[in-house]
């Protein structure tokens, strides 16, 4: 069994910083997709960034303010957000796409973590 544990949400003003982790543990063979993703109440689940196979993707709203990295001995993927708006406010997901042994792979998602920007 895979399982996504998050931590580093919470309340923050605007302009201050965050850094999220989420930690994969389990019967991994590999992880080849790693993301954030954020939602708000009645809205859609919506791509923050993603990071595979070494190349990284951002949602427009974030670009130059957010930055998602890895560290592939730990099975850990970081968003470090900065300069944080009140839009910014949202449960943010973890994802990870996995081959795990024995043999199979999943989409598997985290507990969500919340954000909260406000003065």
């Known amino acids: 069994q895979v399982q996504l544990v998050e931590s580093g949400g919470g309340l923050v003003q605007p302009g201050g910083s965050l850094r999220l982790s989420c930690a994969a543990s389990?019967?991994?063979?590999?992880?080849?997709?790693m993301g954030w993703y954020r939602q708000t109440p009645g809205n859609e689940r919506e791509l923050v960034a993603a990071i595979t196979s070494g190349s990284t993707n951002y949602a427009d709203s974030v670009k130059g303010r957010f930055t998602i990295s890895r560290d592939y001995a730990k099975n850990t993927v970081y968003l470090q957000m900065n300069s944080l708006k009140p839009e910014d406010t949202a449960v943010y997901y973890c994802?990870?796409?996995?081959?795990?042994?024995?043999?199979?792979?999943?989409?598997?998602w985290g507990q969500g973590t919340q954000v909260t920007v406000s003065s």
């Open positions: 389990g019967s991994i063979f590999s992880i080849y997709h």
């Open positions: 994802n990870a796409h996995i081959v795990v042994v024995p043999p199979g792979i999943g989409n598997y």
